[in-house]
Structures are given as structure tokens and as C-alpha cells.
């Protein structure tokens, strides 16, 4: 199991940056591909970012492309989502989440759901982010 724990939030002005933090515990962690998701205030929850165990792949929901980048440190147990160029926009809570991938006995490749809620089985608290314009 895993436990996780998503600081970093806060309130930023238009422009800002902020970086977030998801802290997990358990010594697994550097096997569990990673995703940050996000809810708006009366919005589905949508999916922002996503790492792979190794932090060799990254991908991104197209609305963050260029302006958002996730990493992770394995070693500190540690994913983290670096928010540059913010907008009102990316108000939201934030979420981190670890993959699972299992769905009726059958493992889906991260690569190809990494952006589907459903396959993840562990979640943070959550953290507020709200950009002021």
C-alpha cells in the first residue's frame, strides 16, 4: 500500500510559479507510475501529469504542455509538479495518485491510460492552487 501527501499549494498571481510535492510512503514507491490530477471548483476532476517508475517518460495534458514539468526523486520517495506561467485557469485542487493499471485481472500499459483516473488506486489529500489574475 502507499500512502501519499501533496503539498506546495498556495495563492499566486497570474505568471507565478509554484512547485508541488507528493511525499509516499512505503518502500514500493519507486515501482508505481505517478500522475497528478486536478478538480476545479463544479469540474470533473481532469488529468494534468504523469511519470513512469523510472522517471524516463513524462506526459502531459495538452492545456500544461510547455508550462508544467513532473519529476520524480526516488530516492526521497518524492514526485513533484513544477508549475511556471500560471493562469486562473489552473485554479483547482491538486491531486497526485499512483498507477495500478488492473482492471478485471488485466494489467493496462501505463503508456496507454496514464491519463484514465480509474487505473489509479492510491490518492492524496489534495493541495489548493489558486492563480489571481
Known amino acids: 500500500q502507499v500512502q501519499l501527501v501533496e503539498s506546495g499549494g498556495g495563492l499566486v498571481q497570474a505568471g507565478g510559479s509554484l512547485r508541488l510535492s507528493c511525499a509516499a510512503s512505503?518502500?514500493?514507491?519507486?515501482?508505481?507510475?505517478m500522475g497528478w490530477f486536478r478538480q476545479a471548483p463544479g469540474k470533473e476532476r481532469e488529468f494534468v501529469a504523469a511519470?513512469?517508475?523510472?522517471?524516463?517518460?513524462?506526459y502531459y495534458a495538452d492545456s500544461v504542455k510547455g508550462r508544467f514539468t513532473i519529476s520524480r526523486d526516488n530516492a526521497k520517495n518524492t514526485v513533484y509538479l513544477q508549475m511556471n506561467s500560471l493562469k486562473p485557469d489552473d485554479t483547482a485542487a491538486y491531486y497526485c495518485?499512483?498507477?495500478?493499471?488492473?482492471?478485471?485481472?488485466?494489467?493496462?500499459?501505463?503508456?496507454?491510460?496514464?491519463?484514465?483516473?480509474?487505473?489509479?488506486?492510491?490518492w492524496g489529500q489534495g493541495t489548493q492552487v489558486t492563480v489571481s489574475s
Open positions: 495518485a499512483a498507477y495500478n493499471g488492473l482492471r478485471f485481472g488485466v494489467r493496462y500499459a501505463f503508456a496507454r491510460s496514464y491519463g484514465d483516473e480509474s487505473f489509479y488506486d492510491y
Open positions: 512505503g518502500r514500493t514507491f519507486s515501482s508505481y507510475d
Open positions: 511519470i513512469n517508475w523510472s522517471g524516463g517518460s513524462t
